[in-house]
Nanobody, 126 residues
Framework: QVQLVESGGGLVQAGGSLRLSCVVS????????MGWFRQVPGKERKFVAS????????AYSDSVKGRFTISRDTAKNTMYLQMINLKPEDTANYYC???????????????????RGQGTQVTVSS
């Protein structure tokens, strides 16, 4: 089992920044892919970014490319999402996910990840 716990969400004005963290514990292998998703109540889950735990290769949705940066610290078993130039449309519950099937699986957005956290709320005011 893999446990994921997010933190770092909050209320920020448009144009501001936040950094989300996701602490990983349990039996996770370096071959896993990890990612961030966001969801607004009543709407579908949206893929935000993914990273290969072993290689660090990354991928982003078009809506956040150039503004968000995903990274991981393998020594701390922690993944991050640095968000800058936040917009009101970025408001959502952000949660991290892990899956052994690879980043391609997470990037589809529609696939349910094997493991996910409870999420942290990000609210961007205009």
């Amino acid at each position: 089992q893999v446990q994921l716990v997010e933190s770092g969400g909050g209320l920020v004005q448009a144009g501001g920044s936040l950094r989300l963290s996701c602490v990983v514990s349990g039996r996770m292998f370096s071959s896993y892919a990890m990612g961030w998703f966001r969801q607004v109540p009543g709407k579908e889950r949206k893929f935000v970014a993914s990273i290969s735990w072993s290689t660090g290769s990354t991928a982003y949705s078009d809506s956040v490319k150039g503004r968000f940066t995903i990274s991981r610290d393998t020594a701390k078993n922690t993944m991050y999402l640095q968000m800058i130039n936040l917009k009101p449309e970025d408001t959502a519950n952000y949660y991290c996910a892990a899956d052994p099937r690879g980043t391609w699986y997470l990037r589809s957005g529609a696939n349910e990840p094997a493991y996910r956290g409870q999420g942290t709320q990000v609210t961007v005011s205009s």
